[in-house]
């Protein structure tokens, strides 16, 4: 059997593993995409994306066609409580209802466009690794193949086999409810969208998410369903009657699924050359949905930096922050997760804490800190810089440049770090990385920049932004820094390192 090469292997293509591929094929990587399954099962899953997620796509110039195939919300919830997003610091302050099988099919014209297809039936089955690299086995109806990689990425969902065959624990909390869902047709449609309307065990939503389907869900916490059983669509009916008091006639399901509240998380995202991102590295109840948009993030933090140790030498402490900066955000979603499904839970009690948060959530601040929470627009990474946007998201302002109007954001349409030099400021010298980043001279009609979590704040002078849209670096003071060692460790050593090196 012949050993194939590649740069790295990504196992699933869901839309985790496609959004990583996208990252590492723009950053010129070699990809081999495999999925276990023996193609798109067309499977709706998820609702929505968030803003941030929303700002991610856009910075790589994939949102468009995706923004097209869905619509905005104004609101999100928290633990069925509803909450408004119009008043948040984005270009897009809403919710984008979008199906997960629509994104996925977006995302992956989008990768074959970029010469990467997905190879469907190749479940990875075994791998080994050594100091050089890691070899993935893949049992093809064919056969097997084998394929030798720098590294591997697992983004193979909830019951992640590369997860296993490293080792990986995956610790968490068991469910302790189960929410079923159909996507169907109603004879006798509710004349309002239902959201979470609370009866007896559980509660129900009926909400339409395209003319002629809609989505039924019902949640029962007097019930843990085995993840293994299959929920036929009679006893879906049969919950729902139960909970609702009415089947609103549904007929000709299109999906019928059940999930439940278990929230696991891997207990490290690394083991040597084998990475987890996605679903596989941690699952929670998709309450708000933040599970694609988790995933989605994850691929984009993890792409350019493993594109920079492949092509630029970068130092392993820049993979190492990939955990360093997603475990924590992920954990805090699976806390934020046990909270609103603490909130659901039937009962006086819980109603009467409802009534509290409700009126909690009527206080902007207590509104913007959940909204932000919910939407990943207030993440901030671990930063030893002062400055307020390090670490954090870079806003998407408007900008003049020689070459014509843009934003921050499409910047980073080429997933290549930018330095952003605002106004009359002298560019700090970055000769020796300008292989691998962007300067751009612009010019702004603002003297502030709003910061989602924190309010306005002074326009910067300069601005050194990652790949992803975080801030490595930023000043509003006339520029004096010596930025080597910030870019070595962020981007790799100078053009001219790296080639003395390679001489020596
Ligand atoms: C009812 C429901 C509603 C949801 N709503 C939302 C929402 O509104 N917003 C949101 O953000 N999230 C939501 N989620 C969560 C979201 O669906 C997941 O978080 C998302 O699918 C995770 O993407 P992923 O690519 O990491 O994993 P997955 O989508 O699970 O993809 C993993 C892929 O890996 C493949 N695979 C598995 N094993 C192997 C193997 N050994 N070798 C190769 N390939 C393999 C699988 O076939 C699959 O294609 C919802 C989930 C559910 C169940």
Redesign the pocket.
């Known amino acids: 059997m012949d050993m194939e090469t590649t740069d790295v292997v990504i196992?699933?293509?869901?839309?985790?593993?496609?959004m990583l591929a996208y990252e590492l094929r723009t950053a010129g990587i070699r990809v081999t995409l495999?999925?276990?399954?023996p193609g798109r099962t067309g499977e709706s899953?998820?609702?929505?994306?968030?803003a941030r997620?929303m700002e991610v796509l856009d910075q790589r110039g994939l949102l468009d066609r995706i923004h097209e195939r869905g619509n905005p919300l104004p609101a999100g919830h928290f633990g069925g409580l509803r909450m408004d997003f119009s008043d948040l610091a984005t270009r897009r302050p809403y919710a984008l209802t979008v199906l997960?099988s629509v994104l996925e099919a977006e995302l992956e014209s989008s990768v074959t466009e970029l010469g990467v297809d997905v190879a469907w039936s190749?479940?990875?089955?075994a791998v080994e690794q050594d100091t050089d690299g890691v070899e993935v086995t893949?049992e093809q109806p064919h056969g097997t193949r084998r394929i030798r990689a720098a590294y591997l990425v697992g983004?193979?969902?909830?019951?992640?086999?590369?997860r296993k065959l490293v080792g990986i624990g995956f610790d968490g909390t068991d469910a302790t409810m189960t929410?079923m869902?159909a996507d169907v047709e109603l004879a006798d449609p509710p004349t309002d969208r239902i959201f979470a309307q609370r009866n007896g065990p559980g509660d129900f939503s009926a909400i339409q998410f395209q003319p002629g389907w809609y989505r039924l869900?019902v949640q029962r916490h007097d019930l843990v369903l085995d993840r293994n059983t299959e929920l036929t669509f009679a006893a879906f009916r049969d919950h729902f009657t139960e909970v609702a008091g009415t089947d609103f006639g549904m007929h000709s399901p299109r999906w019928v699924?059940h999930?439940g509240d278990a929230a696991r998380q891997a207990d490290r995202y690394r083991e040597g050359r084998v990475f987890l991102?996605?679903?596989?590295a941690h699952?929670h109840f998709?309450a708000g949905?933040?599970?694609?948009?988790?995933?989605v993030q994850d691929a984009v933090n993890l792409g350019w930096k493993l594109a920079a140790a492949l092509r630029a030498d970068a130092a392993d402490a820049l993979l190492e922050s990939y955990a360093a900066e997603r475990y924590p955000v992920a954990t805090r979603v699976l806390h934020n997760t046990r909270a609103q499904t603490a909130l659901m839970r039937p009962g006086v009690h819980t109603d009467a804490l409802r009534d509290t948060m409700r009126e909690l959530l009527e206080v902007d601040q207590v509104r913007h800190h959940l909204g932000l929470m919910v939407t990943a627009l207030d993440i901030r990474y671990p930063t030893e810089s002062e400055h307020p946007l390090a670490g954090r998201r870079v806003p998407d302002a408007d900008l003049s440049t020689d070459e014509g109007d843009t934003t921050v954001h499409a910047l980073l349409r080429h997933a290549r770090p930018v330095l952003l030099v605002l106004g009359d400021t002298d560019a700090p010298s970055v000769r020796g990385w300008t292989d691998r980043l962007d300067v751009r001279h612009a010019e702004t009609e603002t003297e502030h920049w709003t910061i989602p979590d924190l309010g306005d704040i002074p326009q910067p002078r300069a601005v050194l932004i990652r790949p992803d849209g975080y801030v490595a670096w930023a000043t509003n003071d006339e520029v004096t820094t010596d930025l080597t060692d910030l870019l070595t460790r962020w981007f790799g050593p100078a053009a001219t390192a790296v080639r003395d090196r390679a001489i020596a």
């Open positions: 196992a699933g293509a869901g839309p985790t593993g496609l495999l999925d276990r399954l899953r998820a609702g929505g994306i968030h997620t997960q190749s479940p990875v089955v893949v983004c193979d969902g909830g019951r992640s086999t590369v929410g869902l869900l699924s999930f991102a996605g679903d596989a699952i998709p949905g933040q599970g694609l948009n988790l995933g």
